[in-house]
């Protein structure tokens, strides 16, 4: 079992910036890829960034690519999303989320944090 705590969010304007992190437990996190997704009410949960057991590779969705950077350090077992220039629609709840493995999925993750919300403010 992998447990996933995210901490960060709140209640922004736009052009503001937000770091959410995601603290793991239990297993090795270094054998673990981590991701970042979003559900925004009414909608269903999108991916939003996903980043390899070691840092080197990273993959973002179009919507955030450019703003958001994922990150991780693997002696802290912790995952961090930074946002930037953020918008209204960016506004969710966010999530981030464990997969065994080596890659940068987009999908399949085993295990999920409870979230934690996002409001960008117009």
């Known amino acids: 079992q992998v447990q996933l705590v995210e901490s960060g969010g709140g209640l922004v304007q736009t052009g503001a910036s937000l770091r959410l992190s995601c603290a793991a437990s239990?297993?090795?996190?270094?054998?673990?890829?981590m991701g970042w997704f979003r559900q925004a009410p009414g909608k269903e949960r999108e991916f939003v960034a996903a980043?390899?057991?070691?840092?080197?590779?990273?993959d973002y969705a179009d919507s955030v690519k450019g703003r958001f950077t994922i990150s991780r350090d693997n002696a802290k077992n912790t995952l961090w999303l930074q946002m930037n220039s953020l918008k209204p629609e960016d506004t969710a709840v966010y999530y981030c989320?464990?997969?065994?493995?080596?890659?940068?999925?987009?999908?399949?993750?085993?295990?999920w944090g409870q979230g934690t919300q996002v409001t960008v403010s117009s």
């Open positions: 239990g297993r090795t996190f270094r054998n673990y890829a």
């Open positions: 980043i390899n057991w070691s840092g080197a590779n990273t």
């Open positions: 989320a464990a997969k065994f493995g080596i890659n940068t999925p987009r999908g399949g993750y085993d295990y």
